[in-house]
């Protein structure tokens, strides 16, 4: 627009100010990998108060990002949209069938010549239905061990304890799990993919951190958090459709446009996947009270956005929030970040003694998640059901 002053950021320094300005930490390594943003594939940065400085950054044809979605699109899936589903394919496959062959598209970090833009053009086997999950795992796998070799590498070349990751393959809920291992404190932003990097063009102009209070950020449908009908529809009906107050930003459902669902039900996996109709592989991820997230679950850190796939320490009484590999991808909350979320799960813990629910996202099969009233209404037609509002 004319007379509007315009000011533009690289790709890389745009993820890398959307996660060390809503960090909160003031000296962190700052690692940004995807797939590719103008010739980059990954970055590495340290923040120290304000500043942000570059240490590092890969080049094309080198990339993380590229790597896994090559192999997302010869497994038949969409690259660049369905990676997530490859991801909990994983879990389901054997890693060391087809390891030494994906391994060798991805040998070291630096060593990887092969141009993954094209998709993988040289394999040379059958791909039969349990190969497909045999080859996720091996491709999860390699790239969690990647992953592993550069985090680790960069604590000790630039000294810091504190980590923010972003770009897209902060989404890898499965490999971000490690970073704990390695790190005292790690944030992802959670919208850490393009789509969130807006926000992070933003706050490079601004120059300075932002004072994040959580990602209740998107359209306001109003109205106090309908506490009261979500309990009784869980005693009742077991399921319960939410739509209420902000929309989330960025790709997950914590609370404000979410289907919560009894997890102590074996049954109620199923029942969900009837109204959302995907993929019976996929598993539904749990919310829990923070205080009580340790007992469930083996992790010592809070997961606010469902970016962590800890072990479940007791699948056999929450079986339809737990993977085959016996992981969850959990959201803790407490009550300063989401008080109605939390009344609810206070409530269900005392009636029940399981401070857990299922929280899935609330939208139509294959599009987004739900945001204002005409969304709310579509949704109410589609499935022929109503939402909690
Ligand atoms: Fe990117």
């Known amino acids: 627009m004319r007379g509007i002053p315009v000011k533009s950021f690289k790709h890389h320094y745009s993820h890398a100010a959307a996660g060390y300005y809503t960090s909160g930490m003031t000296d962190a390594l700052i690692v940004v990998l995807d797939a590719i943003g103008e010739f980059d594939t990954g970055s590495v940065w340290v923040g120290e108060g304000e500043q942000i400085k570059l240490v590092e950054k890969m080049k094309y044809p080198f990339s993380f990002g590229l790597f896994y979605s090559a192999f997302t699109d010869l497994l038949g899936l969409k690259a660049n949209e369905e990676e997530y589903i490859m991801m909990g394919m994983a879990a389901y496959g054997d890693s060391k069938r087809y390891w030494k062959k994906v391994n060798s598209y991805f040998p070291w970090v630096g060593k990887q010549k092969y141009n993954f833009h094209q998709g993988i053009t040289d394999w040379d086997e059958p791909i039969d239905e349990q190969a497909k999950f045999d080859i996720a795992a091996a491709v999860q796998a390699v790239y969690e061990q990647r992953l592993w070799d550069i985090m680790c590498s960069y604590k000790v070349e630039t000294g810091k304890e504190n980590l923010v990751f972003m770009g897209g393959c902060a989404l890898n809920s499965k490999a ?87 997890p102590r039900d074996p049954d109620i996996k199923d029942k969900v996947n009837l109204i959302k109709k995907r993929e019976l592989f996929r598993p539904f991820a749990p919310v829990v009270m923070e205080e009580h997230a340790s007992e469930w679950f083996d992790m010592s850190y809070a997961s606010p956005y469902m970016q962590y796939t800890p072990r479940c320490l007791k699948p056999e ?73």
Do not use: C
């Open 317 to 389: 009484l929450i079986p339809s929030v737990v993977h085959a590999d016996g992981t969850s991808r959990v959201q803790t909350v407490n009550a300063k970040q989401h008080p109605g979320l939390y009344e609810v799960l206070s409530r269900w813990y005392t009636l029940t003694g399981v401070p857990v629910l299922l929280n899935t996202s609330l939208n139509i099969k294959g599009q987004p998640i739900l945001n204002d009233e005409l969304d709310v209404e579509a949704w109410r037609q589609h499935y022929k059901r109503e939402i909690i509002k």
């Open 176 to 262: 971000n799990t490690m970073l704990w291992k390695i790190f005292k404190n790690v944030w992802i932003m959670p919208n850490p993919g393009d789509a969130g990097s807006a926000l992070g063009a933003a706050a490079a102009l601004y120059g300075k951190h932002l004072d994040w209070q959580g990602p209740y950020l998107g359209h306001d449908l109003g109205g106090e958090y309908p506490v009261d009908k979500i309990v009784n529809a869980l005693i009742v009906d077991k399921i319960a459709p939410v739509a209420s107050g902000r929309a989330e930003y960025g790709p997950r459902a914590l609370g404000n446009r979410s289907i919560l669902a009894d």
